[in-house]
């Protein structure tokens, strides 16, 4: 591999082809074609983006290339448990249950035990594989969260009216066109109030600023400004974010630098028109959290070469 002696071998022409691929990876070289720089500009004139979407591009571009462009998937992984998405779908789909009920039947109140059982009964139907070790156990500790967000005020606060559950839209936004779906929107006498579901305690992970930090809200903006006029010709008076485990609202940051969010966004569309997808997540790493991709992109210290010669975008 080192001489790179003349062959005809394929499988030594393979090596030393991997072997040079390698060198170049871990080198403080500028990202090529193996790390996501493939120089193709990408048409996204008629791409629907979802917030999902372009959380990935303006964490890391190599996230959103490996999943959309390459068109890979997560590892085949059997579990015990239901994953963090599996919980929040069967969280989404119980509290859009209960809130439907309570809509029909507004002289129940909205934590009725029994409603909660009912509903709870039909999403386990839908959602949850039929042979999922100990669920009989692990059943009650989901109700028990679910019991005590609806037992919570903020939840449903009073004069709220849920005019809306799991609705989905499309409309155009910083120039991009976009889609996705919204938990809930209240109508209140102040305007409609748009709110989406968390499981865990925290706002989100946000996109990068300019110093690379992921701390640009990206969801709550986008749900305001192109999800509530799609969906509702109504002043949108508020946005948050519902945690069901800490039960409580979280609104956006007061330290985020939401005046950079246009800029972030043309950040995004400057990957796509040049075909330049670096393995470059946040300076924290949070991207890297959840990221089904690092045996892929085999993020860690060889990042920093790179960026000590070529800087972040």
Known sequence: ??????????????????????????????????????????????????????????????????????????????????????????????????????????ERSVDDPAMLHEAFAIAERELIPPTLPAWTLRREEHLRVLALA?????????????????????????????????????????????????????????????????CIDLQLPLYREAAGPALFDEPVADAYYYSIRGRQKIALSPKAPQHELPAAIERCKTHLESGHYPVQPDTERKACTYCDFDTLCRQGDRLSRKEMTHGTD
């Open 1 to 106: 591999l080192r001489h790179n002696a003349p062959t005809e071998d394929p499988v030594l022409l393979a090596a030393v082809h991997a072997y040079a691929v390698e060198q170049h990876r871990e080198s403080s070289a500028a990202a090529n074609e193996y790390d996501g720089v493939i120089g193709i500009p990408f048409d996204y004139g008629d791409w629907p983006f979802s917030v999902s979407q372009l959380r990935n591009l303006g964490q890391c571009p190599f996230n959103w290339f490996a999943s959309k462009l390459l068109k890979l998937g997560p590892p085949e992984e059997t579990d015990d448990d239901l994953s963090p998405s599996q919980i929040g779908q069967l969280y989404h789909r119980v509290l859009e249950l209960v809130l439907t009920q309570w809509g029909e039947h507004p």
């Open 150 to 214: 609806l037992q919570d005020p903020n939840f449903l606060p009073t004069g709220a009216d849920p005019v809306l559950l799991e609705g989905d839209f499309e409309g155009e936004w910083h120039g991009l066109k976009v889609r996705g779906r919204i938990d809930r929107i209240d109508r209140t006498d102040a305007g409609l109030v748009l709110i989406d579901y968390k499981t865990g305690k925290s706002r989100p992970t946000g996109i990068k600023d300019q110093t690379g930090k992921a």
